[in-house]
């Protein structure tokens, strides 16, 4: 475990982030007092930010869960063709 204060943090991030990711944990300090620790992440969190943002979008009661994956997922037919889509929107610029 590493103490190191603000001002030598931010001098020496870099440093201190390939320490946190070798597994070491890193406290922060404010005039001899520890404002905050840096750790590896736990075993159970994903190295993608997007999993990671949803997790704890869930932690928050922002989202539910799925109980579970959908087994049969439907499959959706297009509307209409590309071909009908782009003419009904040149009709539709047409008209103004």
Do not use: C, F
């Not at 922060?28 to 994903?46: C, I």
């Not at 928050?60 to 087994?71: F, R, S």
Request: net charge positive.
């Amino acid at each position: 475990m590493r103490v190191v204060g603000i001002k030598a943090l931010k001098n020496r991030l870099s440093e201190y982030i390939r320490l946190v990711k070798a597994g070491e944990t890193v406290l922060v300090t404010d005039h001899d007092q520890v404002v905050a620790e840096l750790v590896p992440p736990g075993p159970g969190r994903s190295s993608q930010l997007a999993d990671a943002l949803l997790a704890e979008a869930v932690r928050k009661g922002w989202l539910t869960a799925p109980l579970g994956a959908a087994a049969d997922i439907p499959v959706t037919k297009p509307v209409s063709s590309l071909s009908d889509l782009v003419a009904q929107l040149r009709d539709d610029r047409d008209a103004r």
